[in-house]
């Protein structure tokens, strides 16, 4: 659902926040390395995102 929500709505109020949510879901299930690559797709959609901070310590990686 939430890669569904990024495709009919990249920029939306609430974009962060799911953003973020779609990290955390990856992460949740366990697969690293595909929670690593949504933290950095993260971090080019919300190069200012308010989450940044908690991604980054989450998934041990930081923007570029």
Known sequence: LGRQAQ??????PYSDERD???????FN???DVR?????YSY???HPN???TN???RL??????
């Not at 998934?59 to 570029?64: A, E, N, Q, Y």
């Open 43 to 45: 971090f080019k959609r």
């Open 7 to 12: 495709e009919r709505f990249p920029v939306s």
């Open 54 to 56: 908690d991604i980054s």
């Open 20 to 26: 973020m949510l779609l990290v955390l879901a990856v």
């Open 35 to 39: 929670a690593r690559a949504e933290a």
């Open 49 to 51: 995102g308010r989450y």
């Open 59 to 64: 998934t041990h990686t930081r923007p570029k």
């Open 29 to 31: 299930q366990g697969i």
